[in-house]
C-alpha cells in the first residue's frame, strides 16, 4: 500500500459513522442529479425498460399458473416451460449479445421490441383460438413458438439496453446509470401485479378459466407501446447528440482533451473457426433430450429405475447423452476460442459461484406464485399473488440508486460477499412456515441483498469489456444465469409437487422442509466467496481496477 492509501485511509478513520453517511448522501444527490440532466436518448432507452419490466416479470408471474390450468400440463412440465423461456433468453443474450454491437443500440432495440411483440402475439392467440390443449398440443405448441420468438427477440434486447447505457452515460453518471435501468424494470414489474390482477378478475367469464389471457394481450398492447416509444424518441439524432455530449462531459471530467471517438472497432484479422464439431453436438443434444423422459415417448431410449437406501433412483439414458453432447457442446466452442473470457479461472469462478445464490432469483417466478397461491389459500395473499410477487421489484426500485450511492466506492468482491449473504440468510425464515410478516421480512432482507451486489455485477461486466464488445461480453457474463435458469427448472416442480402440491389443504403441506433446501443452497455462494477470498484477490484488483 503506498503512503497516499495510508493517508486516505486515516482521513477516513477520523470521520464519524453520521459524516461518511451524510458525505455518502451528499454524492448520491449530485450523481443524481447529473444522471436526470443526462442525454434524451437514455431516457429512449429507461421509458421502454420500464414498460418491458411490467410485461417480461408480468408474463413470468402468471405463466405457470396459465400452463397448469390452461394449458394442463403438471408441475414439472410448466417448470421446463419456465426453464425454456428464462434459460432460452441467457443463452439468447450469449449468442446474439455480438450482434447488438454490430447492429447498434437502435436498430437492436427497435428489432428486438418487433420480435417480442410477434411472439407475444402468439401466445395470447394460443389462449383465444379455443385451440386443444395438452402437452404436445396445437394450444401447447402455438403458445411454445410465441414463447420461442419473445425469448429471440430478448435476447438481442437486454445486451443492447446496457450497451446503451454505457453509450448515453459518463464517467460520473455510468453506476447510476446502471442502477437506474436496473430499477426501472423491477418498477415495471411491481405493477404487473395490479394490472394481472385487475384484468384476470376482470375477464374471468370472457376468457375462461381464469382470464389470464386478456393479461397476455394487455402485454401485447403494451409490448407495441414501447415499440413506438423507441422509434419515435431514439432517432440518429438524438443518438448523436447524446453521443457528442457524453464525449465533452468526459473531457470536462477527466480536465484533460482525450480524443473520444463514437466507437472503437478493432480491425484485425480473425482466424476462421470450425463450428462443425459443435454444431453436431448441439443437434445432438437437441434430439437425445426429445428422446428422454422430458420430451417424447418412444421405445428407443433405456430408462432404469433402482432403489438405494429406500429412495428410488431414475436413470434415464437419452438424458445422460443430452448432458454429455452439452458438455462436449462447451468444451469444444472454448478450445476453439483461445481468447474468450470463460479462458480466465478467476472470471470464470466470479461469475459461477453465483449460481446458488441466483437460484433465489429464479424461484421468484418458479415457485413464489405457487406457493403464495397454494400455501395461503382462502387468504387476500392467494387472492392477489400477482401483487405480492412482485413486492421485490418495487423494493429495488427504490433501495438500488440509494445502496449504489452508498456503496459506490465500495470493493467489487466485498459487495459480491456482503450483498449475497443478505441474500441467501433470509430464506430460512421461509423454513418456519407460511406466515405473511415471515414473507414480508424475507422479502425485504433478500431485496437490500440483491440491491447490494446485483447491479455492481452487471456494472463490472459492461466495464470490463472491451470497446465496441460490451454486447458479448454482458451476454457471457450471463452464461450462468442460464445454467442457473435451466437447473432450477428442472428440480422446482418436483419441489412443489412433493411440498406445496395443488389442489392440497396448506396444513397438510409441508413448504417448511422446501425453502430450508433452498436455503442452504443459497448460502453456498457467500461462504465460497469468502473462501476463495485470497486466490481471487491475487491479481484481481490490478485487473480489474479495483
Sequence with gaps: MSENQNNIGDEAVKKTFGEVIEDAFKELKETFIAFIKAPKALWGINVPYIIEGLVYFGILTILGKYSSENLALKDTQASLIYSGVTGGITFAMLLLGGYSDKLGVRTSLALAFLAMLVGRVMV?????????????SPMFFMMTAGLLIMVLGYGLYQPAAYAGVKRYTNKQTAAMGYAVIYGFMNLGAFFSGFISSFTRQSFEDVFPPNGLTAVFWVYVILTALSLLITVVILTRKTDQDAVEKIARENIELSGEETEEKEEIKEEFEKPKINNGMLITYSILAVVFFLLSGFGFENDINIIYQFKI?????????????????????????????????????????FIFILIPVQTLFAHNWLTLPYYLDRAFAGSVVSEYFEIF???????????????????????????????????AFPTFLLALGPN???????????????????????????????????????????????????????????????????????????????????????????????????????????????
Design 309 to 349: 437406501f429406500n429412495f428410488t433412483a431414475t436413470l434415464d439414458l437419452a438424458f445422460i447423452l443430452f448432458v454429455l453432447m452439452v458438455v462436449l457442446a462447451i468444451t469444444d466452442y472454448l478450445k476453439r476460442r483461445p481468447y474468450h473470457p470463460f479462458r480466465d479461472l478467476r472470471f470464470t469462478f
Design 389 to 423: 410477487t412482485n413486492i421485490n421489484p418495487i423494493l429495488i426500485f427504490f433501495l438500488t440508486p440509494i445502496v449504489a450511492g452508498l456503496t459506490a466506492r465500495a470493493n467489487v468482491y466485498k459487495m459480491m460477499i456482503y450483498g449475497t449473504f443478505v441474500m
Design 436 to 546: 405473511i410478516v415471515l414473507f414480508l421480512l424475507y422479502v425485504f432482507i433478500m431485496t437490500v441483498g440483491e440491491a447490494m451486489w446485483q447491479p455492481r455485477f452487471l456494472q463490472w461486466i459492461a466495464e470490463v469489456a472491451p470497446e465496441g464488445k460490451t454486447g458479448l461480453y454482458m451476454g457471457v457474463g450471463q452464461f450462468p444465469w442460464f445454467l442457473t435458469k435451466v437447473v432450477t427448472g428442472f428440480y422446482s416442480g418436483w419441489f412443489l409437487t412433493k411440498y406445496c402440491p395443488a389442489n392440497t389443504p396448506p396444513l397438510q403441506m409441508n413448504t417448511e422442509v422446501m425453502w430450508l433446501i433452498y436455503g442452504l443452497i443459497a448460502i453456498v455462494s457467500p461462504v465460497a466467496l469468502v473462501l476463495a477470498k485470497n486466490w481471487m484477490l491475487k491479481g484481481f484488483k490490478t485487473k480489474h481496477g479495483e
Design 124 to 136: 395470447a392467440l394460443s389462449g383465444t383460438l379455443h385451440l386443444a390443449n395438452g402437452l404436445w
